[in-house]
T-cell receptor
Framework: NAGVTQTPKFQVLKTGQSMTLQCAQD?????MYWYRQDPGMGLRLIYY???????DKGEVPNGYNVSRLNKREFSLRLESAAPSQTSVYFC????????????FGSGTRLTVV | DQQVKQNSPSLSVQEGRISILNCDYT??????FLWYKKYPAEGPTFLIS?????DKNEDGRFTVFLNKSAKHLSLHIVPSQPGDSAVYFC????????????FGKGTKLTVNP
């Protein structure tokens, strides 16, 4: 059981380049999330999707776009990467209306130079 | 405004002793609280949770206490083991609707042999 799979695990971008972070879950969860983790800042929500076909902004959405491609997949796109987007990105999923918490992926470490 | 606060960035304890990690929240609508554990280069993993209708929940060496009047919760680890060394995140959610969790900034626990 893979859980939540994120690709790639590491990425270095030049300022202005674009890329898409991929996330897929095999637990049939309705809700999916993208977080970023920065030193001293904890986990901050970028975007989330409560169900297939819906997406909403979180705490720090600027500079990002998302696509809920289907129930399994939720991608995060950086259209024009900036050094401030250097971070570790985590995708998570959860089952709606239950309280067992999120299942997180192992993260993507992104460096923008 | 930070709704979930973990005021201690780090904590160091001796193996076999008790570790107490604290978390405060400001939103009185939060009714469910969770603790996550994160090792380096891994995603956070769910550890233990508590509903606002309870004031204590135990799971093996881990106990979470909730003081609603003080808007405070704590995680007790007894006895602490070197393998418990990790970053611990407190998270909170509100009843109904979105499954979004609000995370604290985390506390890095080091258990010394």
């Amino acid at each position: 059981n893979a859980g939540v799979t994120q690709t790639p695990k590491f990425q270095v971008l030049k300022t202005g380049q674009s890329m898409t972070l991929q996330c897929a879950q095999d637990m049939n969860h309705n809700s999916m999330y993208w977080y970023r983790q920065d030193p001293g800042m904890g986990l901050r929500l970028i975007y989330y999707s409560a169900s297939e076909g819906t997406t909403d902004k979180g705490e720090v959405p600027n500079g990002y776009n998302v696509s809920r491609l289907n129930k399994r997949e939720f991608s995060l796109r950086l259209e024009s990467a900036a050094p401030s987007q250097t971070s570790v990105y985590f995708c998570a999923s959860s089952e709606a209306r239950t309280r067992y918490g999120y299942t997180f992926g192992s993260g993507t470490r992104l460096t923008v130079v | 405004d930070q709704q979930v606060k973990q005021n201690s960035p780090s904590l160091s304890v001796q193996e076999g002793r008790i570790s107490i990690l604290n978390c405060d929240y400001t939103n009185s609508m939060f009714d469910y609280f969770l603790w996550y554990k994160k090792y380096p280069a891994e995603g956070p993993t769910f550890l233990i949770s508590i509903s606002s209708i309870k004031d204590k929940n135990e799971d093996g060496r881990f106990t979470v206490f909730l003081n609603k009047s003080a808007k405070h919760l704590s995680l007790h680890i007894v006895p602490s083991q070197p393998g418990d060394s990790a970053v611990y995140f407190c998270a909170a959610a509100t009843q109904g609707g979105s499954e979004k969790l609000v995370f604290g900034k985390g506390t890095k626990l080091t258990v010394n042999p």
